[in-house]
């Protein structure tokens, strides 16, 4: 359905006495998934400029992707329905003219729960000529026994900016996840910046210490386009928590090819959390951690060593 809202119009998030019931903690049984059929949504939204002003000429929800605007360039999305189910294909579609900034969050995790087959979520955002996009919304949690695909398809013009935090929770407390791909393709100016793909749920490959180790979550942020440089001065990290490797040494901060934090190419890594600059106008967050919670602050962390 339709939504156009007037840019002077900006509906409150319901409250939480209005949203579905958590889920309980245990795997669902066979009455909770039989007889649903298979889910076909998609919901966009799309920006303008007005008077110097971004407004939302569309927003567009197909449950279970609810739309609901918070703020004069806010978005969430609101789960109107359990899920996604295996089998369930949904998409975003996000679209950010030149001169306007959008931001998208949502109310709750996200629960991938198993079904009929695999479950698809497709997400591809456009953003123009100096336009800003943050898109932060809450984890999304494989249940065990799902099977799940996460595609994003992100597009920049010149001097466009985005802020893209994804986070996955290895299932709900006390169980192991069902599979999920996550696929990230973000392109600036006609060219790749950034070609990532995450891969979880393969029991001999997720307990590696080459991948995941003993981590229950895993997190990234893609702060894309200038001014997304390393910042100079403290990296705000604690005395010994950064890692430098002995074969690299100290470092100025004004030597060539080295970042403010010393690291070679302008990097900093620490415990749980790497923050790496991208060889195009872009850099990538990377972080593991126990629970959700840390996971946040270990992102958070790493975001606030750039300059976005």
């Known amino acids: 359905m339709s939504l156009p809202l007037s840019p002077r119009t900006y509906p409150a998030a319901p409250a939480r006495g209005d949203q579905p019931a958590t889920p309980s903690h245990r795997p669902p049984g066979a009455g909770e998934v039989a007889g649903r059929r298979r889910m076909r949504a998609s919901a966009a939204v799309s920006t303008a400029l007005s008077g110097g002003r971004t407004i939302l000429p569309l927003l567009r929800s197909d449950p279970p992707l609810t739309l609901r605007q918070t703020g004069p ?107 999920c791909v996550a696929r990230f393709d973000a392109t600036v100016e006609g060219r790749p910046l950034l070609r990532q793909e995450l891969a979880v749920g393969d029991p001999s490959l997720d307990g590696s210490s080459a991948i995941y180790g003993s981590a229950r979550c895993v997190g990234t942020t893609l ?40 690291v070679r190419g302008g990097g900093v890594v620490a415990e749980g959390v790497a923050v790496l600059p991208l060889a195009g106008p872009g850099v990538l967050v990377s972080a593991l951690a126990a629970d959700a919670v840390e996971l946040r602050r270990r992102l958070d962390l790493g975001e606030a060593q750039t300059a976005w």
């Open 223 to 262: 702060l894309a386009s200038p001014p997304a440089t390393p910042k100079t001065g403290s990296t705000g990290f604690t005395a010994g928590q950064a890692a430098v490797s002995a074969a690299e040494g100290p470092s100025s901060a004004n030597a060539p090819g080295q970042g403010s934090a010393g």
């Open 73 to 179: 360039h806010t978005v969430h999305l609101v789960s109107t329905a359990a899920g996604p189910l295996g089998g369930d294909h949904l998409s975003l579609d996000l679209d950010v003219a030149p001169g306007t900034r959008l931001e998208i969050g949502s109310i709750a995790s996200t629960l991938v729960l198993p079904g009929d087959g695999e479950s698809l979520s497709v997400i591809t955002a456009r953003v123009g000529e100096g336009a800003v996009l943050s898109f932060a919304p809450e984890p999304t949690v494989l249940a065990a026994g799902c099977a799940h695909r996460m595609v994003v398809r992100l597009t920049l013009a010149e001097g466009a900016r985005a802020r893209w935090r994804e986070e996955i929770i290895f299932g709900r407390y006390g169980e192991a996840p069902g599979r």
